[in-house]
Each structure stands twice: as structure tokens, then as C-alpha cells.
């Protein structure tokens, strides 16, 4: 489990207070990302957080490659035999650790890095576009788009780069393994952010709008060098129901709705009558249908909301 600086002894602790959520500690290696700093958008300049103290950001999901090595995880990997590693991250409720269909396409596939899509709904969805350019698999993030492609459709209508990424992959160790021993091999990208910053007189400023550089890792940009890059697509409804706003779309609400959807279907597919009320699938109770249709009782019907744990 990767974390940043400033949440790393925070989500320590509270894994610990909850034990782990069932995990033997042994099998939960928990480390942290490194960071850059944060430059002025206007005058180039690094900002400070404090008079003595720089502003300091996170490296981006692609600073996992470096501290996957640096933290000692990489060997605790091997040392423990495995061969693949899958790659999730933690804001989409929705996702299927370790998905046996998208685990499966990729070992069948021999691939060294699969990489889970859905199909856009918008043009302008913040949201990877998977590409292939020159016979290469590879991504090219939201904001790093024009919009006037983004929006580019075929003769039927259809979106031409509609491949979103959820940030879901396979490795091979292998792979990784070669990967991070080349400094070089992602690249940093710029993303302008708001940072709260010291000013010249020493006093705290919140800027109202984006004021910052930022610089970030990708770990996607590995796919163009991978062997046999492979995409899977999955159903939206049954994959991907992101948390990236306060309320709206791509907002808890929206996340807890999907969530309610999955955990429906599934048990009606495992046998279950479930009227329209919230309910909830505890993955250690059930991963999918066929499982929990060995723990219902014939002809259950839920008309409550329940929770299945």
C-alpha cells in the first residue's frame, strides 16, 4: 500500500486501530511515495510552505516505481515468489482486486502489463485515453488532450479515442523489476494546482484559483515499453465509480450508488429477490455471485436494508 508523506503515519495508525481489516500484518507493507516541489506558475520560482520549509507535493501515482524499490517492497516481493502484481487505486469503490477475467487475459496473453478501460460517456472525462501511436500501446492523460480531439468521432458517431483508463493494471515483477532499474524510464509531466504558499513578507496565502506547478509520474507511461501491452475493457456499472468531487458526479453519493447497483446484482445473479433498498456485499463474505449463492437461503428475498458480512 502506497501513501504520501502527509497521510503515511495517520493511515498506519488507523489501520492498526482496525486492525488491518482482517490482514495479518506480515502480509500488509505499507510505503510512501516521494515528492517534488511546487514552482510558481507565473515567475518559475519554488514556493515555500513555511519561511523555512519548501512546498512539497507528491511525485504522482508513477512515484510508486522508485519507492516500490527504495522501501525494501520490491524484494519483500520476491522473496516471497510472486510473479504478477496487481495495481489499483483507492479512489473508485468499484474496483475488482485482482479481477480473475482481467488477471486471466493478461497471463494468457503473456503479457507484461495490462491495463483495465471503460468506454467514455464524455469527450471530456477526466479520465486516461488509451491510444496506440506507431504501433505502441500508451495513454495520454486528460489535461495533456486538446479538446477538439477529445471530441473527434468516426463515421458512425462513435468517439474515436473512447478508451478510459481506470488506473487498474497488471505487471509482471519481471517487468517492474527492469523497469526501475532505469532512472529514466518515466517521464515527469506538469500539472497546474493550487498550493498554499508563503509569500515575499512572510505571510500565509490560500490562492482562490490554480497558482502552482506541480510535477508528477504516471505509471501508465510504462505501457509503451512493455512487451505485449494488453487492454481489457470492463462494464462502467461493474467497474469504475470514482471519487473525485464533494457532490455531483464522480462524488460519494454517485460511489455509494454504484456500490448499492453491484452489490444488488449480485445477489440477485446468486438467486436472491431484492427490492429497490440499500444493500451492502462484504467482499470477505462473498467475492461474487457464485460464492454468495452458496450462503443465501432458497429464496431469499430482501425487502430491508441489509448489510451481508
Known sequence: ???????????????????????NEADLFIFSQGTMPAVDYKNKNVLLESKGEI????????????AFV????????????????????????????????????HL????ELTTQVVKKHDPLEKVGNVVELNGRTQIIEYSD?????????????????????????VFQMDFLKRMAADKNALPFHRAKKKVTFVDDEGSLVEPETENAIKFERFIFDLLPAARNA????????????????????DSPE?????????????????????????????????????????????????TRPTYFH
Open 1 to 23: 500500500m502506497m501513501t504520501s508523506p502527509a497521510t503515511h503515519e495517520e493511515l498506519i495508525t488507523f489501520l492498526n486501530e482496525h486492525d488491518r481489516f482482517g490482514l
Open 55 to 66: 512546498a512539497l507535493s507528491p511525485n504522482g501515482h508513477g512515484g510508486m516505481l522508485e
Open 70 to 105: 527504495a522501501s525494501g517492497c520490491l524484494q519483500d516481493a520476491e522473496q516471497r515468489g510472486l510473479s504478477q502484481l496487481f495495481y489499483g487505486q483507492i479512489d473508485n469503490p468499484l474496483l475488482n482486486v485482482c479481477d480473475p477475467i482481467l488477471v486471466g487475459y
Open 108 to 111: 494468457l496473453a503473456e503479457s
Open 145 to 169: 488532450l486538446p479538446d477538439s480531439i477529445a471530441r473527434n468521432r468516426d463515421e458512425n458517431g462513435d468517439l474515436r479515442l473512447w478508451a478510459g483508463n481506470l488506473a487498474v493494471h
Open 230 to 249: 494488453l487492454v481489457v475493457e470492463a462494464a462502467k456499472k461493474d467497474a469504475f465509480a470514482p471519487v473525485k468531487n464533494a457532490s455531483g458526479a
Open 254 to 302: 454517485t460511489a455509494r450508488e454504484g456500490m448499492v447497483h453491484q452489490a444488488a446484482e449480485l445477489l440477485r445473479n446468486a438467486g436472491a429477490r431484492v427490492d429497490d433498498v440499500v444493500v451492502e456485499v462484504n467482499p470477505l463474505w462473498a467475492l461474487d455471485s457464485e460464492e454468495a449463492s452458496r450462503k443465501i437461503q432458497p429464496g431469499l428475498h430482501v
